[in-house]
């Protein structure tokens, strides 16, 4: 049996998401989801680490913000989960 941990429900919504994994490397990647307090991104590449900094900017609005985050979870091939920092 697996306990789930996380704080706040998981929505499925899939959208592209612009990742800044160094200030000089941007990344346009697909979500699978998010919460409250994060997100999960597809990424069959290893683009970041366990603990990364990376800021996250939805490409669904003008203007959107960007937002600080860090990377908690990797499933190699497959991708990795964030957590914002302001949350």
Do not use: W
Not at 13 to 34: G, N, Q, W, Y
Not at 62 to 85: H, N, Q, T, W, Y
């Amino acid at each position: 049996m697996t306990i789930n941990k996380r704080r706040h429900a998981r929505i499925k919504h899939r959208a592209s998401i612009k990742v800044l994994t160094h200030p000089e490397k941007s990344h346009v990647l697909e979500m699978k989801d998010f919460s409250d307090s994060g997100l999960y991104l597809q990424c069959p590449e290893n683009l970041v680490e366990i603990g990364d900094s990376v800021e996250v900017q939805t490409l669904e609005m003008e203007d959107a913000p960007v937002l600080a985050a860090k990377v908690i979870r990797i499933i190699k091939g497959k991708g990795f989960a964030v957590e914002f920092d302001d949350i």
